[in-house]
């Protein structure tokens, strides 16, 4: 007969037999991932379409539509759209940006103005009253700044950038793999769960439910959520009349995925220029009303009814997969960030729930002796 020791040393052993395993299996992984990277960064981008396209392709279906012609018209779609986009909104964000180019110096230099005198007063140093007359006098003052350093980590970024995107053969693979990612999803999953043991399927079938519930609800929903609130800001901030309003609701459209990060760096970056523009006034006012008129409309509108009531991910796991993830493997990475760590907050939940159904945590069923 076992007892709670035996027990105890089994759970143990178990757990370390079986983590073992896990870690080398990761380890292969990640090691095939940053060998292959470049390869499979379209091929991720694909699947991340067709993942999130998918359960429009079903409804499609279950109204009888066959699934090619479903897909296609998501692909003609989608197209319009791009087309949109490059046409209307990227000319207009290019238009932005030359403005603020050539704006923002009068900006800041108006800046200096205002605060210099305040400055002096305080700490007796005078703030130069021209972006000119601040690199005469820091090239004056012999501060030695590595700006060859810095020069070859903008080189350096821009590189790795630019063979990323040349590793992807362009952008015209992708709606290629999409097509047929989507032509054959769900075969492609049956085949997959086909390929583990018997005895093992319906607990992977169940993991994997567990799994796509949390990245859909984040990914699919958190998406959306993402790109309305990038609309609201860009038109919100475009009638207050601040510059760059469109590139900061691109910004924290590409930012909301990560709840929270998007909407405060949309905050902090159109308060900045609005005082820049316009100083401490109506139209910083606006700004900040507009947030919060925006943050509601989030909260008991388009959070409740897109992403719904599911668990989720949590925000802290979701930046630190994307900063590992991206550490890592690059933009690869932050692709496969998301679902690694629904995989990974899976397991620890279970793990966490068989530790404390054990008798490790419960403690001896007997009094000892």
Not at 281 to 300: K, N, R, S
Not at 313 to 330: N, R
């Amino acid at each position: 007969m076992n007892t709670d020791g035996d027990l105890d040393r089994d759970f143990i052993a178990k757990f370390v037999r079986r983590g073992i395993v896990i870690a080398i299996a990761a380890a292969v992984v990640l090691l095939l991932l940053w060998l292959l990277k470049s390869a499979l960064t379209p091929l991720a981008v694909a699947f991340v379409f067709a993942y999130f396209l998918d359960p429009l392709i079903d409804r499609f279906e279950a109204r009888r539509i066959p699934r090619r012609v479903a897909i296609l018209f998501l692909v003609a779609v989608s197209g319009v759209a791009a087309v949109v986009v490059t046409v209307f909104v990227v000319p207009k964000l290019l238009q932005e940006i030359a403005n603020l180019a050539t704006k923002l110096p009068g900006y800041l230099n108006g800046a200096i103005t205002a605060i210099n005198p305040w400055f002096e007063s305080q700490f007796g140093i005078a703030i130069p009253t021209s972006i000119r007359e601040g690199l005469e006098s820091f090239k004056s003052s012999g501060a030695s700044v590595p700006l060859e350093s810095l020069h070859r980590l903008i080189k350096q970024t821009v590189h790795g950038v630019t063979g990323t995107l040349g590793s992807a053969i362009a952008l015209l693979v992708i709606p290629v793999i999409t097509y047929y990612a989507l032509l054959e999803f769900d075969n492609i999953k049956a085949w997959l769960l086909d390929l583990v043991p018997v005895g093992y399927r319906e607990a992977v079938e169940s993991k994997s439910s567990m799994i796509d519930e949390l990245v859909s609800g984040f990914i699919r929903g958190q998406l959306i959520v993402a790109m309305l609130l990038g609309a609201l800001y860009a038109v919100g901030f475009s009638l207050i009349g601040i510059d760059m309003a469109i590139g900061i609701g691109l910004i924290a459209g590409m930012l909301g995925i990560i709840p929270y990060v998007g909407s405060a760096v949309a905050l902090a970056l159109a308060a900045g220029l609005c005082v820049l523009q316009y100083g401490v006034g109506l139209q910083l006012l606006l700004v900040v009303g507009w947030y919060a008129i925006v943050q509601t409309l989030e909260g008991l509108f388009l959070t409740p009814r897109i992403v719904g009531q599911s668990v989720g991910i949590h925000p802290v796991a979701v930046i630190v997969g994307l900063l590992i993830g991206g550490d890592l493997l690059g933009f690869l990475g932050l692709i496969v960030a998301v679902p690694a760590t629904a995989i990974i907050q899976v397991f620890v939940v279970e793990l966490l729930e068989t530790y404390r159904n054990s008798t490790l945590y419960s403690g001896p069923t007997q009094p000892p002796g």
